[in-house]
């Protein structure tokens, strides 16, 4: 149990540290609005698997993920100085899809509210109007 313990706390720290790098650290003109949502690590500490939440469009993404790949070797000496471990994970980025997919469900949820919106307004508009006569 301690050792998935050890396994969360150095996920978070590499988390932060890595936060750390994108703001201060990596000046590549390719990387843009980033944002590390999630790092998974294997059980033997070996590699670090680095989700990144990108803002942009298709092209910049892509500018990104590259500059970010660029990067590694950085990333990893850099993690290596600041974290103390006995070997240093190699070290990969992947693109976050859940903030895409968690908007695609509320533009769901959106258009779902809109047509029982519509079909409501549609049921109760037209049978109670009363003649006089």
Do not use: C
Request: aromatic share 6%; net charge negative.
């Amino acid at each position: 149990m301690s050792s998935q313990l050890r396994i969360e706390k150095l996920q978070e720290l590499i988390k932060q540290e890595v936060g750390k790098m994108l703001l201060y650290d990596i000046k590549d003109p390719r990387i843009g609005f980033v944002t590390v949502t999630e790092v998974e690590m294997t059980g033997d500490l070996r590699e670090a698997k680095i989700f990144v939440s990108i803002m942009g469009n298709d092209e910049q993404i892509k500018d990104t993920m590259d500059g970010l790949k660029s990067a590694l070797g950085f990333v990893r000496r850099e993690i290596g100085k600041r974290i103390r471990l006995r070997f240093t994970p190699e070290i990969s980025f992947a693109p976050d899809k859940s903030l895409d997919y968690s908007e695609h469900i509320q533009k769901i949820l959106l258009k779902i509210e809109k047509e029982r919106d519509s079909v409501e307004n549609n049921s109760s508009g037209g049978g109670g109007e009363v003649t006089g006569g």
